[in-house]
């Protein structure tokens, strides 16, 4: 499948639209409290827009985990209350997107382009490496976001998740920038995060929403300790030359 200028136009005008959606909801006043977290996932998929257009060489990698967390969103909404018109379109445009910039066609105007990988002496095993691990993050950075920044009834537990997602961000520009202690912060961040689930999780009522309050935090916490799991490797290897 090739017409890779229109695949990517099409794939940044989905995020575009969804960065309108979640903007207006969250100006929209209709629940303050929310505005915080419909703002940061405005900034998410405005991110996603702007670097694919741009050309960023991890913009693709990057767009296909904020598509893919778009499909899991859809997914836990038809679980919980069937397949609503509003989740099924989610779930498709959402898929349309990543699978448009799908391929290896596609990845030659961003990740397959020479003068990044020759400026930090890439090969290509190292290139998947560290686009699985953007994938991951960029999945995760919706759930972290929301999870951070959605209403908390203890102070600790606020604290804590800002701290992680503090963490998310920095170890995210730092997996992009391929800086050790990026990895490292990925890492804090998804121990910390998965901490914060188990504690909702204990916590939780019987009822079906509350194993739900949990699962932003653990599944953020998990994507995230799998995005810094493919460099484990190195970073022993350094840790024991040294």
Same mark, same amino acid.
């Given at each position: 499948?090739?017409?890779?200028?229109?695949?990517?136009?099409?794939?940044?005008?989905?995020?575009?639209?969804?960065?309108?959606?979640?903007?207006?909801?969250?100006?929209?006043?209709?629940?303050?409290?929310?505005?915080?977290?419909?703002?940061?996932?405005?900034?998410?998929?405005?991110?996603?827009?702007?670097?694919?257009?741009?050309?960023?060489?991890?913009?693709?990698?990057?767009?296909?985990?904020?598509?893919?967390?778009?499909?899991?969103?859809?997914?836990?909404?038809?679980?919980?209350?069937?397949?609503?018109?509003?989740?099924?379109?989610?779930?498709?445009?959402?898929?349309?997107?990543?699978?448009?910039?799908?391929?290896?066609?596609?990845?030659?105007?961003?990740?397959?382009?020479?003068?990044?990988?020759?400026?930090?002496?890439?090969?290509?095993?190292?290139?998947?490496?560290?686009?699985?691990?953007?994938?991951?993050?960029?999945?995760?950075?919706?759930?972290?976001?929301?999870?951070?920044?959605?209403?908390?009834?203890?102070?600790?537990?606020?604290?804590?998740?800002?701290?992680?997602?503090?963490?998310?961000?920095?170890? +995210?520009?730092? $997996?992009?920038? !391929?800086?050790?202690? &990026?990895? =490292?912060? %990925?890492? @804090? *961040?998804?121990?910390?995060?998965?901490?914060?689930?188990?504690?909702?999780?204990?916590?939780?009522?019987?009822?079906?929403?509350?194993? +739900?309050?949990? $699962?932003?935090? !653990?599944?953020?916490? &998990?994507? =995230?300790? %799998?995005? @810094? *799991?493919?460099?484990?490797?190195?970073?022993?290897?350094?840790?024991?030359?040294?």
């Amino acid at each position: 499948m090739k017409l890779v200028g229109e695949r990517r136009a099409l794939a940044a005008v989905t995020f575009a639209f969804y960065a309108l959606v979640y903007f207006l909801i969250g100006s929209s006043g209709v629940q303050p409290q929310l505005a915080p977290a419909l703002y940061a996932l405005a900034g998410v998929y405005g991110v996603a827009m702007f670097a694919l257009i741009a050309g960023y060489f991890w913009a693709r990698w990057y767009a296909v985990g904020v598509g893919l967390y778009g499909i899991i969103t859809a997914a836990v909404g038809m679980w919980q209350i069937g397949p609503e018109p509003v989740l099924l379109f989610m779930a498709a445009t959402h898929g349309a997107a990543t699978l448009m910039l799908w391929g290896e066609a596609m990845s030659q105007s961003y990740d397959g382009q020479t003068a990044w990988r020759e400026k930090f002496h890439m090969d290509e095993h190292a290139v998947q490496r560290l686009g699985r691990s953007v994938i991951r993050a960029g999945v995760s950075l919706p759930f972290v976001l929301l999870y951070a920044l959605m209403p908390k009834q203890g102070a600790a537990e606020l604290v804590l998740s800002l701290a992680a997602l503090a963490l998310t961000g920095a170890g +995210l520009r730092g $997996l992009i920038r !391929l800086r050790t202690w &990026g990895v =490292l912060a %990925l890492g @804090a *961040a998804g121990v910390l995060l998965v901490s914060l689930g188990a504690g909702e999780l204990a916590v939780a009522d019987s009822g079906p929403s509350g194993p +739900l309050a949990a $699962l932003r935090p !653990l599944l953020g916490g &998990g994507l =995230l300790l %799998l995005a @810094a *799991a493919p460099f484990a490797r190195a970073l022993a290897r350094a840790t024991r030359s040294h």
